[in-house]
């Protein structure tokens, strides 16, 4: 017995071109240390959607990682590949800084990444050091 279906091609293809000013934006994003300076590569439920977009005031500067339904139109914002992700890690800790994952509210299904000029974060008990970022978030 011979089976034949008919299914389209998958033509998905990871994004592997990394934008320089999306790379520069995730870098001064994560060097704010304000309050929306900690990236969630996923959705840990309805609270804490992915930050996978990061957005700008109207004078241009980058402040803060938010999710995709955020529409502002305060200023530029850009969706955030996973290849510019690793690249912004790559150029913070080459400029001597440290990123910590960790989780949020103590909720282990919201994984979430911060960067300290120092070798350690106050207040954030179950911080560790990472040296790349591994997250699939395309």
Known sequence: MEITITIKQNDYV??????????QAICDVFLNNGAWSDFRPFSAGAYRPATLKVIAHTNGRFYGFLDKQFESDKGPSYDIRGC????????????????????????????AYRV??????????????????DDVID
């Open 84 to 111: 510019e992700m690793k690249a912004a890690f790559d150029c913070l800790l080459k400029a001597g800084y440290h990123i910590f994952q960790f989780y949020q509210y103590n909720d282990y299904r919201c994984k």
């Open 116 to 133: 300290s000029q120092k070798p350690f974060l106050v207040g954030i008990q179950n911080a560790r050091e990472v040296f790349s970022f």
């Open 14 to 23: 990871t994004p592997t071109q990394c934008r320089q000013e999306v790379v």
